[in-house]
């Protein structure tokens, strides 16, 4: 056999044995590729969440649960949406320039459709979730001014009903508005934004 027959046979059992070394580490690595890939559960966790808003009263608030953490959905009135401009001068960042939320809500009253506030319920300062403090008025001694919205009791950090934090208290930004759209106008779906990106 001549030299050149020789390196081509050579040639080819390269190629084979190649080939069935690339189709082995393929079988060896599958089982690792699929273990790092997640859970059934962890996607559950991620996944989003389907409200029916349509039994939220004025004035309400309900907690659904979104990726382990609070999610308050509060009908704000037509006086607690009043009470946004009143509390402006009060606030750190009254038009939402620092803070957390999607393009597509107002940035003064931080939602899509003004009644709905829609708003992770965690503070910005330790993680803590903030008390309900929806009555204007000292209820729980806030004082004569207060017109209304949630205290944090951990360090007393305060945010009005849009959300937004009130100046000198330790939480350093406005509560987080998460991705949500509204599938029709009683269900809206939080973690999937109007641009339908989860």
Not at 110 to 132: F, I, M, N, Q, W
Not at 152 to 169: E, I, W
């Amino acid at each position: 056999m001549s030299k050149q027959g020789v390196d081509r046979t050579r040639r080819r059992l390269l190629t084979i044995t190649t080939g069935i070394g690339a189709v082995g580490v393929g079988f060896v690595a599958a089982p690792f590729v699929i273990s790092m890939m997640p859970s059934a559960r962890a996607k559950a966790a991620g996944a989003p969440v389907e409200v029916d808003i349509s039994k939220i009263e004025p004035g309400m608030k309900i907690t659904v649960e979104w990726r382990g953490k609070p999610v308050w959905i509060l009908r704000r009135t037509k006086e607690m949406l009043a009470s946004l401009k009143k509390v402006e001068p009060e606030v750190a960042d009254p038009h939402s320039k620092k803070s957390e939320q999607p393009t597509y809500v107002d940035p003064d009253n931080r939602a899509s459709k003004p009644e709905y506030l829609v708003v992770l319920g965690v503070c910005t300062h330790l993680g803590c979730s903030p008390k309900d403090r929806l009555e204007p008025g000292n209820v729980g001694g806030m004082g004569d001014d207060w017109q209304g919205g949630f205290f944090c009791p951990c360090h007393g950090s305060k945010f009005d009903l849009a959300g937004r934090v009130f100046k000198n208290v330790p939480a350093p930004t406005n509560l987080p508005i998460p991705p949500y759209s509204y599938l029709t106008d009683s269900r809206i779906v939080i973690g999937v934004d109007q641009k339908g990106a989860a």
